[in-house]
């Protein structure tokens, strides 16, 4: 059965760090690209960074809201994709959500959810002022 799970979520105060985790089971994330989503109460969901492999690198991109502050990686062996988001502020809270593309993802656009076929549950991030 192919799965996302996210973990990592939690209470933080503002200016404070939290490390989410997204991983796989049932595929590879092998040849995919592997994006961040989250969503406040009452907002639309933004896109906040993705990850891809491009022939001899890793590309990744950021939403300006967290860029600077946030960082993608990904540990293939296990499978996982991480966020580590770092001086967080009350407008980062919000459930965030992992999302991996089907292999033949092409040129689509990293914060565009047309471009995932694979969504995990999501996890509840609140930073307090």
């Known amino acids: 059965q192919l799965q996302l799970k996210e973990s990592g979520g939690g209470l933080v105060q503002s200016g404070g760090s939290l490390r989410l985790s997204c991983a796989a089971s049932g595929f590879s994330l092998d040849n995919r690209k592997i994006g961040w989503f989250r969503q406040a109460p009452g907002k639309e969901r933004e896109g906040i960074s993705c990850i891809w492999r491009n022939p001899g690198r890793t590309e990744n991109q950021y939403a300006d809201s967290v860029a600077g502050r946030f960082t993608i990686s990904k540990d293939n062996a296990k499978d996982t994709v991480y966020l580590q988001m770092n001086s967080l502020k009350p407008d980062d809270t919000a459930v965030y959500y992992c999302?991996?593309?089907?292999?033949?993802?092409?040129?689509?656009?990293?914060?565009?959810?047309?471009?995932?076929?694979?969504w995990g549950q999501g996890t509840q991030v609140t930073v307090s002022s």
């Open positions: 999302a991996v593309s089907n292999s033949d993802y092409g040129s689509n656009p990293c914060f565009s959810a047309i471009t995932y076929r694979y």
